[in-house]
Structures are given as C-alpha cells and as structure tokens.
C-alpha cells in the first residue's frame, strides 16, 4: 500500500482540461509504456519495416508519444518498459502473469519501441527485475516529493496504478479517453481510496497479473468491507463483528478465514514497490526534443521517414535509456 506521498489541493475534478494548466512548476507525466504499445498494437495497422519486420506497433507508439511531448504544458517526461514480461514476482508466485501466450509479433517489437522512446529523446526506464508499474510508482512518489513539481500524471488507465494516486497531485490520466482520476476519480469508480486497490485486487483478483483472488469475492463485497476497514487485517475473522454486511457474508467470512495467507500474499504480488533505483531527478526528466542520429536510425527500421518532419530536435541527445535490474 502505498501511503507516503506528498499531499496536494484537493481539485476533485476529472476533467483533463482541469488538470493540465499553467502555473510556475513542473508537471511530470510518466507513461506506461508497455501499455501503450499494446494499444498501437491493436489500434494501428499492420505495417512491414526493414527486412520485411512488422513494426505496425512500434509505429503507432511513436505517433502516440510524438503527440504527447506535442501537448502544451509537457514539459518533464519518462517512459517505462517491461524489457522482460517476467519479475521478481514470478518468483514469489508460481501462477503470475508471464509471456506465454502472447502474440510473437508484438513481442517482437518491444526493443524497437524502447529505441522510439529514446530517439524521441524521452526518458526510458527498461524493467528487467521489476515491473514498469514500480518504476511508475518510485518515480511518482520521487518527484511528488519535490517542491519544485506542481503534480503527476501517470499516463495509464491500468487499475494497479490507482494505488499511487494522492489527492489531485499524484494523478492517472487516460489518455485515450482524456480522463484524468485523482483520489475522488477512484473512490467513485472503485468504491475505496487508492490505499485499499492492493487489498481490492488480493480479493477480486486481477486476470492480467495471474492473480486468482479469494473465492466468492466480487467487486461490490470487496468495496463494501474494504470501504469500511480500508486493509485486510482490520476486517474482523467472525461476521459477527462486520459492521457492514454484503450479501453472503457468511461464505464471504470463510473463504477469507480459510484463504487469508493468500490474500496476503496476492496483496504484495499487487502491491506496487517504491525502491526502484531510478537514477534521474525531476530536471533530468526536462523534454528537449529528439536526437536526429537515433531517430534517423528508427525509421530506417520502421521504412518510414514521415517522423522525421513531425518532431523538434535537441542539439545534443543524452542517453536517456536506462535498463534496470
């Protein structure tokens, strides 16, 4: 659970257009990266690169950044990656999520995607023993805690990411909608604060991750208790002692009882780590355009030179690709 944020006004606003003003600081917009290129991947046809490569995805990736860093008020940008799809957590449970089963050819374009984010002269963490999720997560409560930075956007709707929202100043936003979700954005879609999500996703479970849930538990009864005791330990072993009561409280009461070390173990497979040893402060994060020599090199690789007219350019392009283990 993730409790230790810097606190920020409380806008309660879901309105994009609220959230991305103009002020003296910084705004800090951290992307998930391996979600985005799963959404170019289906949204953006397929294309053939050098050599006949698809890189369909990786095409539509860097079209999604190009607009990002495009936007006004874009000023301070990074870029997270799950290099590897497996982690530390696989060894922790023998059922979280790996790579089986996904579609070779978008797998295939992960490393390419990593060199678009860095062409573009983005900040790129690469995740090899943690998740993108966690550097997310470090990096939010990182520069959260800098007076320097008004707010920060976590560019992703991926429901393990509510857990960092504080107030309105760590924020998700989904750029596909143009929503953005403070603290008021998840109770009011989750039914909890961002401090219960971990202890929501032990219960419900989460397909995604490979985490399987407690048996009988949906998401009105997890809302229900949790919105009352916030974590799983504050939630009384006997009914009895419920003072809310959802439909089957009975069974509800057992299968938590009988399954409690799992739901603790399915909380810290949920629970997204702040120890990420990312290595930049906020004005490393400062955008400053493209590297022309990087960029040139990817749309050799994508057949398709069009980027080429579409970016601004930096007259010196710093490694911004760090792979993290």
Not at 196 to 222: C, E, M, N, Q
């Amino acid at each position: 659970m993730l409790r230790d944020w810097a606190t920020g006004p409380r806008l309660h606003s879901n309105d994009a257009s609220a959230i991305r003003g103009y002020g003296p600081l910084v705004k800090v917009h951290l992307v998930d990266g391996t979600f985005e290129l799963f959404r170019a991947y289906f949204a953006w046809p397929s294309s053939a690169g050098a050599g006949g490569r698809e890189v369909g995805a990786a095409k539509g990736f860097l079209s999604m950044l190009r607009r990002l860093v495009a936007e006004p008020g874009v000023t301070h940008v990074a870029c997270a990656f799950d290099h590897v799809i497996e982690s530390f957590r696989n060894q922790m449970f023998a059922g979280y999520k790996t790579g089986e089963g996904m579609d070779p050819l978008l797998y295939g374009q992960f490393g390419l995607a990593e060199q678009v984010c860095t062409a573009l002269g983005i900040v790129t963490w690469s995740m090899v023993e943690f998740e993108a999720d966690d550097a997310l997560a470090t990096g939010a409560a990182r520069f959260a805690a800098d007076p320097e930075v008004e707010q920060v956007l976590i560019c992703s709707p991926d429901k393990d990411l509510m857990q960092c929202v504080s107030g309105e100043r760590v924020v998700c936003w989904d750029r596909m909608r143009d929503r953005v979700s403070g603290e008021a954005g998840v109770i009011e879609k989750f039914g909890i604060g961002p401090a219960s999500i971990p202890d929501y996703l032990a219960l419900v479970g989460d397909t995604a991750d490979g985490i399987p849930g407690i048996p009988r538990w949906g998401k009105k009864a997890a809302a229900t208790l949790l919105a009352e005791y916030v974590h799983l330990e504050a939630i009384p072993p006997a009914v009895a002692d419920w003072r809310v009561k959802p439909r089957g409280a009975e069974a509800l009461a057992e299968t938590l009882r009988s399954g409690f070390s799992d739901a603790l173990l399915y909380r810290e497979l949920a629970t997204l780590r702040l120890d990420v040893p990312l290595p930049q402060a906020t004005s490393d994060l400062r955008y400053l355009g493209a590297s022309r020599e990087r960029l040139r090199e990817v749309c050799e690789e994508l057949a398709d030179f069009s980027p080429m007219e579409q970016v601004r350019w930096q007259a010196d392009a710093p490694l911004a690709s760090h792979a993290i283990q």
